[in-house]
C-alpha cells in the first residue's frame, strides 16, 4: 500500500521543539521531491520545506528558515521536520507530500505532481 503516515504533532508552549516524522512505505522517498506543507484555519495550504530528490538541496519558506529542519532517513524510508523556537503562528495542520518536481521554492515550496499526501498532524503552539 502505497502512503505517507505522519506523526510526532501535538501541543507546545512558545518557544519549544517539535519533530515531526512522515514514514512512507510502497514506494522508496529517495527517489522523489519531498515536502512539509501546512495549512492553518481559514487559510491556504502553504509549502513550507521541501528537499530536491536530484541534488538533495533543502528549501525554506521565509516564515520557517532558521527554525525548522527538514531531512530524509534513507534507511527507515522517513523524513523529518525538526521544528525550533515556536511561535502560536506555527499553529495548523501539517502535512508531508511526495511528488515529482519542485516548480519553485520561494517564497515558498510547489511540488509538481504530488501523488501522496500525508494524513496531516495538528501542531498547536499556547501558552
Known amino acids: 500500500q502505497v502512503q505517507l503516515v505522519e506523526s510526532g504533532g501535538g501541543l507546545v508552549q512558545p518557544g519549544g521543539s517539535l519533530r515531526l516524522s512522515c514514514e512512507a512505505s510502497?514506494?522508496?522517498?529517495?527517489?522523489?521531491?519531498i515536502g512539509w506543507f501546512r495549512q492553518a484555519p481559514g487559510r491556504e495550504r502553504e509549502g513550507i520545506s521541501c528537499i530536491n530528490s536530484s541534488d538533495g538541496r533543502t528549501y525554506y519558506s521565509d516564515s520557517v528558515k532558521g527554525r525548522f529542519t527538514i531531512s530524509r532517513d534513507n534507511a527507515n524510508n522517513t523524513m523529518y521536520l525538526q521544528m525550533k523556537s515556536l511561535k502560536p503562528e506555527d499553529t495548523a495542520v501539517y502535512y508531508c507530500a511526495a511528488g515529482a518536481r519542485i516548480i519553485t521554492a520561494q517564497p515558498m515550496c510547489v511540488i509538481e505532481g504530488v501523488f501522496r499526501w500525508g494524513q496531516g498532524t495538528q501542531v498547536t503552539v499556547s501558552s
Open positions: 510502497g514506494f522508496t522517498l529517495d527517489r522523489y521531491v
